[in-house]
């Protein structure tokens, strides 16, 4: 089955610093790459995805790339704020048919200091 | 748009008791989902729904486990006889078509 490992477990930037956490994941047939962003006591939530007929996707101060060849994908958020603190998880889908399964990284602690 | 519901948000048994928790997806979603997070880890699927069928549950461990959708929209899972290693948030997810998930806030489950 499909294996997603992501780092770094914990990053810490300052304010207006910007962040990046990288994933990769082995089933090449994967094409669905969603993050999540999980903050304490809550469900994940839905940041930006990305589908593997696309290189590169952008949202205000987050972006995510991809990399098939490589099976990596990264999330990048610009200008962080302290808003910005919790833990992210990357996720990928082979999604066909009706299953749509994800498979999670562990997460990353995002924490922005004021 | 109302997300979707879980109840309880906590709820604390000893080991051999049940426990059930329950989902209401968001209004029209066909596909329903039930994630196990772990402390520390991220979510991993226990069984898929699209509509009342079940589409994936090869990692629910059916022994103690087990999940229902009536009608297609609300959900319970239920846990018979809880184990300690049980303890996890447990997260329903909906879905409309195709690949986004949205998820509820999750129930957590500690058991002593």
């Known amino acids: 089955g499909e294996n997603v490992e992501q780092h770094p477990s914990t990053l810490s930037v300052q304010e207006g610093d910007s962040a990046v956490i990288k994933c990769t994941y082995s089933?090449?047939?994967?094409?669905?790459f969603p993050w999540y962003k999980q903050e304490l006591g809550k469900g994940p939530q839905l940041i930006i995805d990305i589908r593997s007929n696309v290189g590169e996707k952008k949202d205000q101060r987050i972006a995510v790339t991809l990399n098939k060849t490589a099976k990596h994908f990264s999330l990048h958020i610009t200008e962080t704020q302290p808003e910005d603190s919790a833990v992210y998880f990357c996720a990928a889908s082979l999604g066909g048919g009706s299953n749509y399964k994800l498979t999670f990284g562990k997460g990353t602690l995002l924490t922005v200091n004021p | 748009e109302a997300g979707v519901a879980q109840s309880p948000r906590y709820k604390i048994i000893e080991k051999r008791q049940s426990v059930a928790f329950w989902c209401n997806p968001i209004?029209?979603?066909?596909?329903l989902y039930w994630y196990q997070q772990i402390l520390g880890q991220g979510p991993k699927l226990l069984i898929q729904f699209q509509n009342n069928g079940v589409v994936d549950d090869s990692q629910l461990p059916k022994d103690r486990f087990s999940a229902e959708r009536l009608k297609g929209v609300d959900s319970t899972l239920k846990i018979q006889p809880a184990k300690l290693e049980d303890s996890a948030v447990y997260l329903c997810?909906?879905?409309?078509?195709?690949?986004?998930?949205?998820f509820g806030p999750g129930t957590r489950l500690t058991v002593t």
């Open positions: 089933d090449s047939a994967s094409n669905y």
């Open positions: 209004s029209g979603h066909a596909t």
């Open positions: 997810a909906s879905s409309p078509q195709g690949h986004e998930q949205y």
